[in-house]
């Protein structure tokens, strides 16, 4: 049974950084291009960024560039998005994601195979 289970969301103040984590299980990880994405209230779920099955290459979206970062831990079967100076606009519940597509798909969340529940993050002004 995979398993995708998300940890580390909360409160932050604007301008600060938390470290969100996705445990998978039941899949071979490495075969897995990982993304995350985010819905806020009343929006429609987008993607946040992804990183590649094998080669550990990254894509983020325009608005996360830079300030957030995605990393992949295959000895822990991990993957962990960083985020760092955080803005409101950040507040959402974070989702992630496994697809057996490339990288190059992974912008498009029909793509994806399995997801986790979420977590919520909340940034105050």
């Known amino acids: 049974q995979v398993r995708l289970v998300e940890s580390g969301g909360g409160l932050v103040q604007a301008g600060g950084s938390l470290r969100l984590s996705c445990a998978a299980s039941?899949?071979?990880?490495?075969?897995?291009?990982m993304g995350w994405f985010r819905q806020a209230p009343g929006k429609r779920r987008e993607f946040v960024g992804a990183v590649d099955r094998g080669r550990a290459f990254t894509k983020y979206a325009d608005s996360v560039k830079g300030r957030f970062t995605i990393l992949r831990d295959k000895a822990k079967n991990t993957v962990v998005l960083l985020m760092d100076s955080l803005k409101p606009e950040d507040t959402a519940v974070y989702y992630c994601?496994?697809?057996?597509?490339?990288?190059?798909?992974?912008?498009?969340?029909?793509?994806?195979?399995?997801w986790g529940q979420g977590t919520q993050v909340t940034v105050s002004s």
């Open positions: 994601a496994a697809s057996r597509n490339g990288l190059e798909d992974s912008d498009y969340q029909e793509r994806y195979d399995y």
């Open positions: 039941g899949v071979t990880f490495s075969t897995y291009t």
